[in-house]
């Protein structure tokens, strides 16, 4: 989805996919 994630903190990609399958 956005191309820093390969620079970004992998914990607050997981943390936010994780909230967002819940349906945050």
């Known amino acids: 989805m ?3 994630i390969d ?3 992998s914990f607050t990609w ?3 996919h ?3 399958d ?3």
Request: charged content about 5%.
């Open 7 to 9: 620079n970004y903190d």
């Open 2 to 4: 956005f191309v820093l």
């Open 22 to 24: 819940l349906g945050a």
């Open 14 to 16: 997981n943390l936010w």
């Open 18 to 20: 994780f909230l967002s």
